[in-house]
């Protein structure tokens, strides 16, 4: 599929795959999709007939892989809160002190938030 040069070194025969820079893009494209999306180990495997392929330039195709970069954001979790959920009214709450010690009035030196939770 490639125009390659095929390059055998030393004994016992092994034969090499070069592609041209102008081909590297394909064939990087060719093994992540053939992998379904696997990562750079998993292409590196997939390119073991050809010459090796720089680590630099795989990392930059998965950079710029859409699905991988979809796939990568589902992943995280704890980004959304559960709301607590209580049954009476005032059965919890959340109470904040804001320091205004810099300001005291009268001997006051925190301002209490008492918030009602639902
Ligand atoms: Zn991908």
């Not at 893009?25 to 720089?54: C, W």
């Amino acid at each position: 599929m490639f125009n390659s040069i095929e390059l055998s070194l030393g004994w016992p025969l092994t034969v090499v795959s070069y592609v041209s820079f102008e081909e590297l893009f394909d064939l990087i494209h060719q093994a992540h999709t053939k992998t379904e999306h696997g990562g750079r180990t998993i292409m590196e495997n997939q390119l073991q007939g050809y010459s090796p392929v720089p680590r630099e330039a795989l990392q930059i195709y998965l950079s710029l892989c859409e699905s991988c970069e979809l796939k990568r954001a589902r992943v995280k979790k704890g980004l959304v809160v559960k709301p607590i959920l209580s049954f009476e009214m005032n059965s919890r709450c959340q109470i904040d002190l804001i320091d205004m010690q810099a300001q005291e009035f009268e001997g006051f030196r925190f301002v209490m938030v008492y918030q009602v939770i639902f």
